[in-house]
């Protein structure tokens, strides 16, 4: 009982640690990618997000937290997860390849001025990536969260927000805390008071 209420202690000042210097090296790429989102939807474009696992399970809160809402009455945003249709994903998966389960997507319902975010904890997932990479190339804004030093994404994205540290479970915690920041400071500046 003792040994694992200590391992709850150290695991938890693990991610205040990491989670405290991810909040002091990121804060000023947070806001910018929040302002550019406040000007893609004020353009009447779209939001589109992406990632495997836990990060496809990420894209889908985010997109549930835009198209209805965080902490304020407001009207829906227009955000969609490309993780949730599995007809859409086995289909590509096995006509083509997995890694092109986000790129066929793209090319479906990406345009010019949308914004792309692609989900990674270690930055190398090749379908983000190959996603990220025809996103750039149709004029879609790219945007990277990921963690560690954001591996092979980083040449595809305008904006990366990456969590400093190499540990998954840990990433993925900080990752939570972006996507909260992003829709409680995306709603303030869209719909202030």
């Known amino acids: 009982m003792e040994k694992l209420k200590e391992k709850v202690l150290t695991i938890g000042e693990s991610s205040r640690k990491i989670q405290e210097e991810f909040l002091r090296t990121e804060a000023t790429k947070i806001v910018e990618v929040v302002l550019l989102a406040k000007e893609v939807i004020l353009k009447g474009r779209k939001i589109l997000i992406f990632g495997n696992g836990g990060s496809a399970a990420d894209a889908q809160h985010l997109a549930a937290e835009l198209v209805n809402r965080f902490k304020k009455e407001r009207r829906p945003l227009p955000a969609i997860a490309l993780t949730t249709d599995t007809s859409i994903l ?4 096995n006509d083509y390849d997995f890694s092109q389960v986000f790129v066929k997507q793209i090319l479906a319902l990406g345009k010019k001025g949308d914004l792309a975010l692609g989900i990674s904890t270690s930055g190398n997932s090749p379908n983000v990536i190959e996603g990220l990479k025809v996103a750039k190339e149709l004029g879609l804004y790219t945007v990277g969260l990921t963690g560690g030093t954001g591996g092979k994404m ?7 927000i990456v969590v400093p540290s190499k540990d998954t479970p840990r990433i ?3 990752h939570l805390l972006f996507l909260h920041l992003f829709s409680e400071l995306l709603e303030d500046v869209l719909f202030p008071e």
């Open 90 to 93: 086995t289909a590509i998966s």
């Open 172 to 174: 993925q915690e900080g």
């Open 154 to 160: 980083k040449p595809f994205c305008d904006h990366m």
